[in-house]
């Protein structure tokens, strides 16, 4: 999700991104978020999922708002 067609050089945006998994082991949700164009007003995560997302349709949504984003 990004407002860059609108705003090329400070842009805003939040990434999902699957990161997979090694044989057997959990797979990994990273999160990006970016303010301004810049990661330095931004924040990275990664998350170990406790389940397989492959395996059924899942659904996810984002909250974003000028009081937070969840």
Request: charge should be negative.
């Given at each position: 999700?990004?407002?860059?067609?609108?705003?090329?050089?400070?842009?805003?945006?939040?990434?999902?991104?699957?990161?997979?998994?090694?044989?057997?082991?959990?797979?990994?949700?990273?999160?990006?978020i970016?303010?301004?164009?810049?990661?330095?007003?931004?924040k990275?995560?990664?998350?170990?999922?406790?389940?397989?997302?492959?395996?059924?349709?899942?659904?996810?949504?984002?909250?974003?708002?000028?009081?937070?984003?969840?």
């Amino acid at each position: 999700m990004s407002n860059a067609d609108a705003y090329p050089h400070n842009h805003d945006e939040i990434d999902f991104e699957f990161l997979g998994h090694v044989k057997r082991k959990e797979w990994v949700l990273q999160t990006n978020i970016y303010g301004n164009g810049s990661v330095g007003e931004g924040k990275e995560e990664r998350f170990h999922l406790w389940f397989d997302p492959s395996q059924q349709f899942h659904q996810y949504s984002i909250l974003w708002n000028d009081h937070h984003i969840v």
